[in-house]
């Protein structure tokens, strides 16, 4: 395979970020994943736009312009004789010295990668996290921040369990996201409910875009509204999945609900 | 400056990791900053423990044997022509293709880069975070992992506000640590505190041999102890420095106190 690194295209195995990468270093830059169907990009505007939203946040000066990343998706793409991808773009506030502050002014890098788009998955059987909680606190939790081992360790946990996925909960035990994808639920009342941004979720693009076009709401979800719902499914930028059970509890009938299942069949066809 | 990754001595100009290095995408892995005096690294052993603890928690295999690392840290000394410096030896979960899940097995990437030893630096003048708490109930707040953001944007905040350094407070608002430094508070009390690792701050290794050193004990501190404190240090690997003001209010005197005046040219010395 063949990745981009500041505009240059390189092959995958090649050593080619420097060691004093602050991406490395200090987990210090952004990333977003990106569905690629038939050579395009998917909700491009909306990752561009989380993407800026994080940016101002960590103070990041983005290395590249919309343009700029269009161009470079279609090489990359090209390179790889891909026209289905998952993308990724990390963008990280490049090398630094010794110490937290970063050099004034920075060289941010970027890396843009391509993968087969993985195949459509099945309904999603998820743990709770027991060891990882989402600090609803941090600026971090409302950006897609490369230190993400947060994640990594939930994901762990769920695989050692036998399950797909975690989901986490915050520090207040409320419902945040899985390690991958926004959570939304359809309640006892009947109510599309999704969790605010303010309890920890990542404002994810498919989630955004359900919030515009569906009657759903944002509204703080415990774990028992979690069991207690009458369907309940996952997004992320590549798909859609039902959630039908978590610790071994059944959501609603065990089955894929069938708002879940359209919008899988949906995304699936996207 | 000369590096050494995964046992090869590089230019640190060098563009030499991997773009897929799970370090760089995901923040996963670890770190250690060593003291060196006189070509010797000090508390190697106490440093070997702490990664060790976070490999078995992250499941890391660690990459690098005691003996190994002794002699490699003798050759980046040596190749850059350093007898007191700053060590940083660095150990992620290496190159992973898409997703959290690493690889089985992983192959670990390990850096270690060195750099003078920064002089002798005066009392530290903090500030309390507002934007960034640590996250007590995450695993990742008892390892110094490379997933570091939260303490840059702190860190950021402090230079904003002219500070040395950030206050980083809990989510429970109990004092955990600084962005680099655990907290040592003579109370009003006279009795010297430091936080408990189950508040959020990391186990530092000078912390460790102060714990043992001295008459000292773990007990939650809340910013109002802080404040009321007779007198304050901050200490990590490199030194210990008196801590004379949080927010404009001056701790004890406003000068630094006895005992971390005391530690601070110990630490110079040592």
């Known amino acids: 395979m063949m990745l981009m690194l500041n505009g240059r295209l390189v092959p995958t195995s090649d050593r080619a970020l420097s060691a004093n990468d602050r991406g490395f270093t200090l987990g210090d830059g952004l990333f977003e994943t990106i569905k690629v169907r038939h050579g395009r990009p998917l909700r491009l505007d909306l990752h ?13 000066p983005l290395p590249l312009q919309p343009d700029q990343l269009e161009e470079s998706i279609s090489t990359v793409l090209q390179a790889n004789g891909l026209h289905d991808a998952a993308l990724r773009l990390s963008v990280s506030r490049g090398p630094g010295q010794r110490g937290l502050l970063p050099p004034d002014p920075c060289t941010p890098t ?82 599309l409910v999704t969790p605010p941004v303010g309890d920890g979720a990542l404002p994810g693009v ?65």
């Open 48 to 60: 561009l736009a989380r993407l800026r939203d994080g940016a101002a946040i960590l103070r990041l």
């Open 206 to 270: 498919r989630r955004a875009e359900l919030l515009r076009s569906m009657v759903a709401i944002e509204r703080s979800i415990s774990r028992e509204d979690l069991l207690n719902a009458r369907e309940a499914f996952l997004t992320n930028a590549l798909s859609v999945r039902p959630l039908v059970a978590v610790d071994t509890h059944a959501i609603g009938d065990g089955l894929p609900g069938p708002l879940g299942a359209r919008l899988n069949r949906e995304a699936e066809h996207e």
């Open 110 to 191: 970027w890396v843009l990668t391509a993968a087969p788009l993985p195949p459509a998955m099945g309904p999603v059987r998820a743990i709770t996290a027991e060891t990882v909680h989402r600090n609803q606190m941090s600026p971090l939790s409302r950006v897609k921040a490369l230190s993400y081992l947060d994640n990594v360790l939930a994901r762990l946990e769920a695989q050692d369990k036998g399950a797909d996925d975690a989901i986490v909960l915050n520090t207040l035990d409320r419902v945040a996201e899985t390690t991958i994808a926004n959570i939304f639920v359809v309640g006892s009342d009947g109510v």
